[in-house]
């Protein structure tokens, strides 16, 4: 069983003795492949942990932006998390229905706007259900709350920045996708993007990282995997996978082996994929 950390990871057990806690929020953060054909926020109202809110990866994005769910300007984050009722002197925890999918990327994105105090559950909704723990159907009641938000810029690149980092072999760059997709060999689920990867970019799918009950696994199990698929982890390290979802897993595991010094691509393999002065690797690593 992991350590309980309030700033990355918490287990089941840890969110059943605090879930009474009056400074407690829980967000279910689920998010499905659109090829799921699965509506998160309905599932949510069906059954979610007791006192959850959803967080609604697609709306908590930037509107203008063509790729999808990248991150909301500052105004928009803190006015959907007023309205969520979540704020200044909470600790957060985010689930998913999962086990560990999504609600890294939202684990990510609190700790991109400067909030420290944010874990996700590890195994999710599944292994909370499996223990037979309690689930409910009910609104929770919500207070607004100011959240005091501090852009932590560092954990975040762009296009350009990437380019520059593959360019100049100044980063170790991490491709969450499967290796198929990595490879070139599989079509993306998205249409009118290239195959392949990034340049100099190593593959760690990200469901390697994962117990088969959807947890992490453990600080030196996950440096392992990193270390065995050739990640030069002296380096600083930038995540990347389709649309800056399943990176987040890969952010979230670094964070848990004490490598702070990571950033996430946003655009993701949704944008580099599409853009025409970027090259494309094919095959192995």
């Not at 390697?208 to 992490?216: E, F, I």
């Not at 030069?232 to 702070?260: F, H, N, Q, W, Y």
Request: negative net charge; contains cysteine; proline residues 7%.
């Amino acid at each position: 069983m992991a350590e309980d950390d309030p700033r990355t990871l918490v287990s089941t057990a840890w969110l059943a003795r605090h879930l009474k806690d009056p400074d407690l929020r829980i967000l279910d953060g689920s998010w499905h492949m659109p090829d799921t054909g699965r509506d998160p926020r309905a599932e949510y109202e069906a059954e979610h942990i007791p006192g959850a809110r959803f967080f609604d990866i697609d709306d908590v994005s930037d509107a203008r932006s063509d790729l999808p769910h990248m991150v909301p300007p500052v105004e928009k984050f803190m006015s959907r998390m007023r309205a969520l009722g979540v704020g200044d002197g909470h600790q957060v925890v985010v689930y998913d229905t999962q086990g560990l999918f999504s609600a890294a990327r939202v684990w990510w994105l609190f700790r991109l706007m400067g909030q420290e105090n944010i874990a996700v559950l590890d195994g999710g909704l599944a292994k909370w259900k499996a223990e037979g723990r309690e689930t409910e159907d009910m609104a929770p009641i919500i207070r607004d709350r100011h959240m005091t938000v501090r852009v932590q810029n560092a954990l975040v690149r762009d296009v350009t920045q990437v380019s520059a980092a593959a360019k100049l072999k100044t980063h170790a760059i991490v491709d969450a996708r499967s290796a198929p997709r990595f490879r070139g060999e599989a079509p993306e689920p998205r249409e009118g993007l290239r195959s392949g990867h990034i340049p100099g970019s190593r593959n760690v799918p990200y469901a390697s990282l994962l117990n088969a009950d959807g947890t992490l696994k453990s600080p030196p199990e996950t440096r392992a995997i990193f270390e065995a698929a050739g990640v030069d982890l002296s380096k600083p390290v930038i995540t990347s996978c389709g649309s800056g979802v399943t990176a987040a897993i890969l952010s979230l595991a670094l964070e848990r082996m004490g490598k702070t010094d990571h950033s996430l691509y946003d655009g993701s393999w949704a944008e580099w994929g599409q853009f025409p002065t970027v090259p494309v690797a094919t095959g192995e690593a």
